[in-house]
């Protein structure tokens, strides 16, 4: 039977990241197992064009990392020869300084850049209240919206911008059409056998044919699905990841007519993200405006139309525990996306806030929780990059949290840990450790059958607003 260095299960971005770097960079011999028929898909959190690059975040550790991956990115591109992948045109973070949101706070961004030696002027700018942001002809396009704040302050950031996320898993696909790598579609993995000391046995149902692989060190990177895979181990373990998974709505909203009220042109508009006031808390289950949006500049296909979405669900019906429902089970946020609407109309100038069905997407963000006798605040941003099992070696995973932005990084970080069962950068990820309480007893493997959030809408907002990063 053929022989693997190293075994993937999840061919999303994380795990051709990490095919990447265990193959092409260190010679490894690699197996990538995807379930679905298409890397990056509509059953995963990788489906569309954008994502958000940043390197602002409350955390310091978060913020350092984006630092050195912003490097990785450079290099990257150049070894894809694509300057696409990372289309930078700034990161605009703006609103209430005061709020604590499901993004950060906009003063500890700030203090974690200076602390990282960001130079003020060069690589970011601050402008405080009503008056400098909104006669910033630059950000005119958004601006209006702190009309509402009694004190804004507005952040930009020049390493910021869009992840173009077909790009980056081509290029991946295309760099691992190699001799020492097999891609594979359409395996479901069924068991991970790593009861021998010699091996790793996998076993996987490919396009209804049961195959066999071994391999000496295999690396988990099926996003949201996670704990399916952990129904495979042998030996059994029987605790799951505590992963909630929210269906994440967005939406295009069409350009209006040239020349554009603002003045601004949406090829060079910043990725953004606005900080608004919370509603109050209440016991009410009725659809909450959360008031946090996030969005894009204009896309290469699509110049007329920009992404703009909600950084909440409106409900906790949108929410699951553990597993993630099927594809045909994933309602729309219908009511996030008319808050969203209401949005555009009021403070978005260059756009026409009618919604188009056909414009309406979901997808999945699964994110690590701390269980609910964990007090202690969790730094881990709904991450968890470890090995399962930590008194083992052979077995890697990532989990939880939009990602997208740290691909390289994580790629690099699971191969040190596979190959190596160590990384450079292991004071970086320590607080994403799975010891850190984010684990729960389920001996059970229910399959797909759904596990609705049993969280109260409080409680539900704690912890979103406390692990929720885009």
């Not at 973070?93 to 200076?114: M, P, R, T």
């Not at 929210?246 to 090829?267: I, N």
């Not at 994580?410 to 004071?427: S, V």
Request: aromatic share 12%.
């Amino acid at each position: 039977m053929e022989m693997y260095d190293v075994i993937i299960v999840g061919g999303g971005p994380m795990g051709l990241a990490s095919a990447y770097e265990c193959a092409v960079k260190e010679g490894k011999k690699v197996l990538v197992l995807e379930r679905f028929s298409e890397f990056a898909n509509v059953h995963s959190s990788s489906v569309g064009y954008s994502r958000q690059f940043r390197v602002s975040y409350s955390e310091k550790n978060l913020s350092d990392l984006a630092l050195k991956t912003y490097v990785m990115w450079q290099n990257l591109k150049k070894e894809m020869n694509d300057d696409s992948l990372l289309q930078l045109t700034g990161c605009l973070w703006f609103g209430d300084a005061s709020v604590e949101s499901s993004e950060g706070n906009i003063d500890l961004a700030i203090q974690n850049l200076k602390a990282l030696g960001e130079i003020e002027g060069k690589d970011y700018r601050v402008l405080e209240g009503k008056e400098a942001i909104m006669n910033s002809t630059e950000f005119a396009f958004i601006s209006r919206a702190v009309v509402e704040i009694d004190n804004p302050k507005a952040l930009f950031t020049v390493k910021g911008g869009t992840v173009n996320v077909p790009g980056l898993v081509y290029h991946y696909v295309e760099a691992l059409k190699i001799p020492n790598v097999m891609l594979i579609n359409n395996a479901r993995v069924t068991k991970i056998d790593y009861s021998d000391e010699e091996y790793v046995e996998v076993k996987a149902v490919v396009d209804g044919n049961e195959e066999t692989y071994r391999g000496n060190k295999i690396i988990l990177t099926s996003g949201a699905y996670v704990n399916e895979v952990l129904c495979t181990l042998h030996p059994p373990v029987d605790f799951r990841i505590n992963v909630i998974i929210y269906l994440w709505c967005s939406t295009y909203f069409a350009e209006k007519h040239k020349p554009l009220p603002s003045g601004t042109d949406p090829v060079t508009w910043p990725i953004w993200y606005f900080f608004g006031p919370k509603p109050k808390d209440g016991s009410t289950e009725a659809p909450k405006d959360h008031n946090d949006y996030y969005g894009f500049p204009c896309e290469p296909d699509r110049p007329q139309y920009l992404r703009v979405a909600p950084a909440y669900t409106s409900q906790k019906e949108f929410d699951f525990m553990l597993f993630p429902p099927e594809i045909n089970k994933r309602p729309l946020d219908k009511n996030a996306l008319k808050f969203t609407s209401n949005f555009v109309h009021k403070f978005m100038p260059d756009l026409d806030p009618s919604l188009k069905e056909k414009e309406e997407s979901t997808c999945i963000a699964g994110f690590a929780q701390l269980n609910e006798n964990v007090h202690e605040k969790d730094e881990g941003a709904g991450f968890v990059i470890d090995f399962l099992l930590p008194e083992s070696k052979r077995i890697v995973v990532f989990t939880g949290g939009w990602a997208m932005k740290f691909v390289p990084m994580i790629g690099k970080i699971l191969t040190d840990l596979a190959i190596r069962g160590k990384t450079e950068y292991q004071d970086l990820i320590e607080p994403m450790n799975i010891k850190r309480g984010v684990l729960v007893d389920e001996p059970d493997c229910p399959g797909n059958q759904l596990n609705p959030s049993k969280m109260n809408i409080t409680q539900k907002a704690k912890s979103f607003f406390e692990n929720f990063w885009c």
